[in-house]
């Protein structure tokens, strides 16, 4: 049985994460497993999707980076219901934590290929209730978007030595999925993400979680 340890407990990165060995040299740039077989929404209702390390939002970080936005937001278009975009689960796997946030529902689900990672989806009005323990399977609806509040949001991350870290999810999608996307103007899974090193040289400045400095990169990756 995987124990689990909290990997952050601040407000917004509160994930669970698999307790891993110290010794575990485990590669966090390397070696990342395509394990998401099943898009988490309706990519036909999205019109556009920030990129990963953008100023979208608030400052979401772990252990390794600070001041920038580690998940992406999925925004609907603008002649869509947002509460009836669809909410799956990308991955077959087990519920480790749900929260009841200001808008909704959060589930973060361990994967059962790839049992060191967490998907962590924001902000859903549940179908039915779930709770920790309950077993998800890939493609499976967890409920729709929570309302046009706020985005759709998700993240991905896992234990590399003990420390939280969070990839995006576009490293971490099947070739089949990102065919969705590509036929939809994204030539390039980095397209949708800011490297660290941009990043780095384009500093953001924050005040708590909230952005006061938006850089000179764009934040958006915009779908045809």
């Not at 110290?22 to 929404?41: E, R, V, W």
């Not at 999707?49 to 979401?60: N, P, Q, T």
């Not at 519920?95 to 989806?121: C, D, F, H, L």
């Not at 309950?134 to 929570?146: E, K, N, P, R, Y």
């Amino acid at each position: 049985m995987l124990a689990f340890v909290f990997a952050r407990c601040d407000k917004h990165n509160d994930a669970v994460a698999p307790q891993q060995n110290a010794n575990d040299t485990t590669k966090a740039t390397l070696d990342i497993p395509k394990f998401i077989t099943t898009d988490y929404i309706e990519a036909d209702k999205i019109e556009r999707i920030s990129k990963f390390r953008s100023a979208i939002g608030h400052d979401y970080w772990d252990d390794f980076e600070r001041c920038r936005s580690m998940k992406h937001y999925f925004s609907p278009r603008s002649t869509v219901s947002w509460s009836s975009v669809k909410i799956f689960s990308p991955i077959t796997g087990k519920i480790v934590r749900t929260t009841e946030e200001w808008a909704g529902t959060q589930i973060q689900i361990q994967s059962a290929a790839q049992p060191k990672y967490i998907v962590i989806i924001f902000h859903i009005a549940l179908q039915h209730q779930l709770n920790a323990g309950d077993s998800v399977f890939a493609g499976q609806q967890l409920g729709t978007h929570f309302s046009s509040q706020t985005m759709s949001d998700i993240a991905v991350g896992f234990s590399d030595n003990n420390r939280w870290k969070l990839i995006s999810y576009f490293e971490v999608i099947s070739d089949s999925v990102f065919q969705h996307y590509s036929a939809r103007g994204i030539t390039s899974r980095t397209d949708c993400i800011i490297s660290k090193e941009t990043r780095d040289a384009d500093t953001l400045k924050c005040n708590g979680e909230n952005f006061i400095s938006s850089g000179t990169l764009e934040n958006w990756v915009v779908l045809k």
